[in-house]
Nanobody
Framework: QVQLVESGGGLVQAGDSLRLSCATS????????MGWFRQTPGKEREFVAS????????YYADSVKGRFTISRDNAKNTMYLQMNSMRPEDTAVFYCAATSAGYYHTDPREWHYWGQGTQVTVSS
């Protein structure tokens, strides 16, 4: 069973920074591309960012490009999402995901494993 565990969510003000973490098993981390998605009530899950298994490549949604940075530490089996210059529209439940398909897939249906989600709230 593949387990993904997010942490780091919380309440921040507009303009602040926050870092999310996603911990997983070593087997998952060494063979899968990893990514972050987010979802608000009544809306579909939305792609945020992804990173290849070797961290050689990453991909971002236009809405977060230049503000968010995805990274991974293979030695710690952990992926991160550094979020800067946060906006109220970033408020969502953020999910960590893993896939054996390419990191460039933005459709949630291409991602095989999911964490439980962590709430991020940005106040204006």
């Amino acid at each position: 069973q593949v387990q993904l565990v997010e942490s780091g969510g919380g309440l921040v003000q507009a303009g602040d920074s926050l870092r999310l973490s996603c911990a997983t098993s070593r087997r998952t981390f060494s063979t899968y591309a990893m990514g972050w998605f987010r979802q608000t009530p009544g809306k579909e899950r939305e792609f945020v960012a992804s990173i290849s298994w070797a961290a050689a490549s990453s991909y971002y949604a236009d809405s977060v490009k230049g503000r968010f940075t995805i990274s991974r530490d293979n030695a710690k089996n952990t992926m991160y999402l550094q979020m800067n210059s946060m906006r109220p529209e970033d408020t969502a439940v953020f999910y960590c995901a893993a896939t054996s398909a390419g990191y460039y897939h933005t459709d949630p249906r291409e991602w095989h494993y999911w964490g439980q989600g962590t709430q991020v709230t940005v106040s204006s």
